[in-house]
C-alpha cells in the first residue's frame, strides 16, 4: 500500500518537474461532439510531432463549448453550428471562427419492398418533416421516383432527441428550403419538431429507422458510411439528385467558398453547383482573437497552421470530408488575426 | 439535546477547556458531534442543491411564472418553455410501472418470505438484489431490443384487440411511447420492492403467523391478513423507493419512450419525462433562457418527488390508524 503511494507520489511529482522545465504548454478545449473522433486523432498525432503541447479536448457539446470558452474556463471551444450574432455580442472578448471539417447529413429510411436509393426532393423532405407529406406515395415522393413502387402506408419521421450539430444542419437545410419550415420551426440543435419520433444519437436514430417499418430519418453521413447503412440522394440547389460522399460534401464547401464571409460563419447548406450535397455544414474551432500568454498563443497558431495543411490528410481516413483549397488558403491568411 | 450530555455534565463540574477535554474522552460527545456534522451535511447539501436550482432557473421563472406548469409548448428557437407534457409523461410513466410492478414484486416478496423453503428463498433474493445493481442502459438496451420490437409485434396488437376502444389503447402503436418506458420502468424497479419488502416480511415475528393459525386461519389468511398488515408499513416504503427511482430515471427511459413533447391519452404514443429531456438538451443548450428552462425542469421534478413524498408519509400514517402493527 505505502509502496503504491510513494509510485504514484513521484510519478506526479515527475510529471510536474517535466511539465514544469520542457515549456509544456498544455491547452485545454472543449465543444461539439460530431468532430470530436478526427479531433482526437490531430491531437494525438500533433502531440507525437511536438511533444512540448498537449491538448486536452473534452467532447461536450457545442453548447457547453461555447459558454466555456466565453467563461475563460478552455483556451478554446468547437461548435457544429456558427456563434449567433447575440452570443458574439455578449462574450467579453473577440471570437474568430475557424472551420476545421465539414459534415453531412444523409435521409435514412426503412420501406416494406423498397429496396433502391430513394431520391428526395427538397418540397418532399420539408413536408414529410412538417407533417404535411403523411404517406409514401405521396406525389412529391412517387414524381421523383419513377418505376419504384411506393405504398401507401404512413411515414413515420424520426428525429433526433438530443441536441445536436447533426440537427443544426438539417434544420437549416430545411429552413432554407421551405418558407414555412423557417417561420414555424427554425434552425438549431434541438427544435420544435412538428412530427416524430426521437432517438438518442445517431444510434438512436438509426435504430428506430431500422426497427420501425415505414420509418425516416436523418443520420449523420460518417455514422452512416462507418456503420454501412443504405440511405436516398437529395435534391440540390441545381435541381439534380446527389448522394452524399465526400466528394460532392467538398464540391458543396467549394460552391460556397466563393462568396466566403470573412468571420467564416457560413452556412453551406443547399449549396450552388450541380455536384454539391446539399445537406452539408462546415464545424468550427472558436479561437480568442487575444491570447495574452505568448506560449499558448504560438501553440494555438503552430496547431491551426498544422491543421490547415498536414492535418487535413487524416480526415479522409476517418471518413470527414477535407476542406476545399480556397477555404484553406483564406484561413491560413486569417491566422494573424490571433494576437 | 442528549441524555448523555446532561449526565456527563452533571458528573463533572464545569471549568472550562479541562472539562471540555474531559467530556471528549468519554467519547460520547465526539460521536455526538461527528454524526451531527455528518446529518447538517446532508442537509446542507439538499439546501444548496435547491438554492442553486432556484438561483439558476431565475430567467424562466421571471418569464414564465406559473404558465411554466401550464404551457404544452417546448420550443427552443422560439424561446417558449413549458413543463406540462414532461410533468405528464414523468407522472404516467411512473404510473404504469407502478400498476405492474407493485402486484408482482409484493406477490413474489409473500412467496420468498412466507412459502418458498429458506434456503431457495436466499438464492433468488441474491439474484434480485444483483438485477437492482445492473446499470439502467443495460435495461434501456433490453427495452429497445426485446421490449420495443415485442410491443410493436405482439403486445401492442394483443392490448389493441382486447382494449383498443378505449382511449388509453387507440392510435398508431410504434412500439416506443408510455407504455413500453412503464414497462422498461417497471423491470427496473421490481427488484428494489421485492428486495426490500421481503425484509420487512421476514421481520414480522413467529408469534404473529402462530396466533393466527392457533385460532384457524389458513396459512394464506394468516398471511394476508396479519403478517402483510403488520409490515405494511415497510412495503410502503419500498414502494415509495421503487416511486423514486422511476421519477428520476433518465437513459432507459429516453431509449425507450420515443421523446416526444406531447399530452396524448394514448398509452401507445410517444411521450418525454423530465428527466430524459434534461439528458437529452443540457448539452447544447445555448441560449440562456433555454438553459435556465431546463434547470427549472430539474427544480420541478425536485418539487414532484417532494410532493410525492409528503402525500406517502400521509399515507403511511393514516393507514396506521386503520390498525395493523401496534406502535
Given at each position: 500500500m505505502k509502496k503504491t503511494l510513494l509510485v504514484v507520489w513521484l510519478l506526479l511529482g515527475a510529471a510536474a518537474v517535466v511539465a514544469a522545465q520542457s515549456g509544456t504548454v498544455l491547452l485545454n478545449a472543449a465543444g461539439a461532439t460530431f468532430p470530436y473522433p478526427i479531433y482526437s486523432k490531430w491531437f494525438d498525432v500533433y502531440h507525437t510531432a511536438h511533444p512540448n503541447i498537449q491538448i486536452n479536448y473534452q467532447s461536450i457539446g457545442s453548447g457547453g463549448g461555447i459558454r466555456q470558452l466565453q467563461a475563460g474556463t478552455v483556451d478554446f471551444g468547437a461548435s457544429d453550428g456558427p456563434m449567433s450574432d447575440e452570443q458574439l455580442a455578449q462574450s467579453k472578448f473577440k471570437i474568430l471562427h475557424f472551420p476545421t471539417v465539414l459534415g453531412a447529413d444523409v435521409p435514412s429510411y426503412n420501406i416494406a419492398g423498397v429496396s433502391g436509393e430513394l431520391n428526395f426532393t427538397q418540397k418532399a423532405l420539408a413536408g414529410i418533416f412538417l407533417g404535411?407529406?403523411?404517406?409514401?406515395?405521396?406525389p412529391e415522393l412517387t414524381k421523383a421516383n419513377p418505376g419504384v413502387n411506393l405504398p401507401s402506408t404512413d411515414i413515420v419521421v424520426v428525429h433526433r432527441s438530443d441536441g445536436s450539430g447533426t440537427s443544426y444542419i438539417w434544420t437549416d437545410f430545411l429552413s432554407k428550403v421551405s418558407e414555412e419550415w423557417k417561420n414555424k420551426v427554425g434552425k438549431g440543435t434541438s427544435v420544435n419538431w412538428p412530427v416524430g419520433l426521437g432517438g438518442k444519437g445517431n444510434e438512436g436514430v438509426s435504430g428506430l429507422v431500422k426497427q420501425t417499418p415505414n420509418a425516416i430519418g436523418y443520420i449523420e453521413l460518417v455514422y452512416a458510411a462507418q456503420n454501412g447503412i443504405a440511405f436516398g440522394k437529395v435534391q440540390n440547389a441545381a435541381g439534380k439528385f446527389i448522394k452524399a460522399d465526400l466528394a460532392s460534401v467538398t464540391a458543396a464547401a467549394a460552391g460556397a467558398a466563393k462568396n466566403m464571409p470573412d468571420d467564416f460563419r457560413v452556412s453551406i447548406t443547399n449549396?450552388?453547383?450541380?455536384?454539391?450535397?446539399?445537406i452539408a455544414s462546415f464545424t468550427w474551432l472558436l479561437i480568442p482573437a487575444?491570447?495574452?500568454d505568448a506560449a499558448k498563443r504560438d501553440a494555438i497558431q503552430g496547431f491551426l497552421k498544422w491543421m490547415l495543411?498536414?492535418?487535413?490528410?487524416?480526415?479522409e481516413g476517418l471518413t470527414y470530408s477535407q476542406l476545399p483549397k480556397g477555404v484553406v488558403e483564406k484561413e491560413l491568411k486569417a491566422l494573424s488575426l490571433i494576437q | 439535546m442528549s441524555a448523555t450530555a446532561t449526565t456527563v455534565a452533571h458528573e463533572v463540574p464545569p471549568t472550562g477547556l479541562r472539562a471540555f477535554v474531559r467530556k471528549l474522552r468519554t467519547g460520547d460527545e465526539i460521536a455526538h458531534l461527528i454524526t451531527l456534522v455528518f446529518a447538517a451535511g446532508i442537509l446542507l447539501v439538499t439546501s444548496l442543491l435547491v438554492f442553486e436550482l432556484w438561483r439558476t432557473s431565475y430567467l424562466s421563472r421571471a418569464k414564465f411564472g406559473w404558465m411554466f406548469f401550464w404551457t404544452r409548448t417546448w420550443d427552443p428557437i422560439f424561446d417558449n418553455f413549458g413543463a406540462a407534457p414532461f410533468i405528464y409523461g414523468t407522472l404516467v410513466t411512473s404510473a404504469v410501472a407502478l400498476v405492474i410492478a407493485v402486484p408482482l414484486g409484493l406477490a413474489s416478496a409473500i412467496f420468498l418470505s412466507e412459502l418458498a423453503p429458506r434456503k431457495v428463498s436466499d438464492i433468488i433474493s441474491f439474484l434480485i438484489d444483483l438485477l437492482a445493481a445492473v446499470p439502467s442502459v443495460i435495461y434501456g438496451l433490453l427495452g429497445i431490443f426485446i421490449v420495443v420490437p415485442l410491443m410493436r409485434t405482439i403486445l401492442g396488437p394483443a392490448i389493441k384487440s382486447v382494449l383498443g376502444f378505449t382511449p388509453l389503447f387507440s392510435g398508431p402503436n410504434y412500439g416506443v411511447g408510455f407504455l413500453t418506458a412503464g414497462i422498461v420502468l417497471a423491470i427496473m424497479v421490481v427488484p428494489f420492492i421485492i428486495s426490500v419488502s421481503r425484509e420487512v416480511l421476514l421481520t414480522v415475528p413467529r408469534e404473529q403467523r402462530e396466533a393466527a393459525l392457533a385460532l384457524g386461519a389458513t396459512r394464506w389468511e394468516s398471511t394476508w391478513q396479519v403478517v402483510v398488515p403488520w409490515a405494511r408499513t415497510g412495503i410502503m416504503g419500498s414502494i415509495f423507493l421503487a416511486l423514486a427511482r422511476a421519477l428520476g430515471e433518465t437513459m432507459a427511459v429516453t431509449m425507450v419512450?420515443?421523446?416526444?413533447p406531447k399530452i396524448t391519452a394514448s398509452l401507445f404514443a410517444p411521450g418525454y419525462t423530465i428527466a430524459s429531456v434534461i439528458a437529452n438538451e443540457f448539452t447544447e443548450a445555448t441560449g440562456d433562457l433555454y438553459l435556465s428552462a431546463l434547470i427549472e425542469l430539474g427544480l420541478v421534478l425536485f418539487l414532484m418527488t417532494f410532493i410525492l413524498n409528503g402525500l406517502a408519509r400521509i399515507l403511511i400514517v393514516a393507514t396506521e390508524r386503520g390498525g395493523g402493527r401496534p406502535a
Open positions: 404535411t407529406i403523411t404517406k409514401w406515395n405521396d449549396a450552388p453547383g450541380a455536384t454539391s450535397y446539399p487575444h491570447i495574452e495543411t498536414e492535418g487535413q490528410k487524416y480526415n | 419512450i420515443g421523446n416526444d
